[in-house]
């Protein structure tokens, strides 16, 4: 693991200790239940115990690690079972978001479905994982916002931040990065033609290849 870590100058420290720790227990690199001691990870990083302390927080926080009083911090992490369940909502409500999304999307709801995977293509050729992720969370939004329900939009932000854990393991593993923007390129081609079926078999298979995806980022138990 990193000593003497440099964090980005465009993020507070808390945050870029709190990014380091998410993705470590989302890679596996903690056991689940496996006790982190503040000082030891101040140690490590080189801060002081105040920046680290609030990492834990949001992380609780994000359901990844639990703070227990007077015993400590300790990791929970995610489970197969907990991204199989993720995954498993995702595809019933997402199944429904396109079905509205078809019926309901305007010429600029499309453009801007178009104008995002334009910049997914760029970033992918550059290699760009993280802004993929920011681009890839963008992209499924449209399709509920051209929906048109404000209720369904609230769905997705009920489950959004388990996801977005979800995708920090496997947007950012780089042999990723082409099978996920040829499937996306199909989602839109078939929004594009307003073809429900074929929509909702390409969004099902996409959601299904990044639970895979999701798995495989997890370390062995």
């Not at 009083?69 to 991204?83: L, Y």
């Not at 681009?135 to 051209?146: K, P, S, T, V």
Request: some cysteine; aromatic content about 8%.
């Amino acid at each position: 693991m990193e000593t003497g870590t440099n964090f980005p100058s465009e993020i507070s420290l808390t945050e870029g200790i709190a990014n380091i720790l998410r993705e470590r227990i989302l890679k596996g690199e903690y056991d689940i239940g496996q006790r982190l001691k503040e000082v030891r990870v101040a140690e490590e990083m080189k801060v002081s115990r105040t920046p680290i302390r609030e990492a834990f927080q949001q992380l609780e926080r994000e359901g990844l690690m639990e703070v227990v009083p007077n015993r400590g911090a300790f990791v929970r992490g995610f489970t197969r079972q907990d991204i199989r369940d993720i995954y498993a909502v995702r595809a019933a409500v997402e199944a429904l978001a396109v079905e509205w999304a078809i019926e309901k999307m305007t010429g600029e709801d499309l453009k801007t479905m178009e104008e995002i995977f334009g910049l997914m293509e760029f970033y992918t050729n550059k290699r760009n994982s993280r802004k993929l992720t920011e681009l890839n969370r963008n992209f499924h939004a449209a399709i509920y916002e051209a929906g048109g329900s404000r209720f369904l939009s609230q769905v997705l932000k009920s489950y959004q931040s388990y996801v977005e854990q979800t995708r920090k393991v496997t947007v950012y593993c780089e042999k990723n990065l082409d099978q996920i923007l040829r499937e996306h390129r199909d989602i839109l081609q078939a929004m594009r033609e307003k073809d429900n079926g074929k929509a909702q078999k390409r969004m099902a298979l996409h959601l299904q290849n990044s639970r895979l995806r999701a798995e495989e980022g997890l370390k062995a138990k």
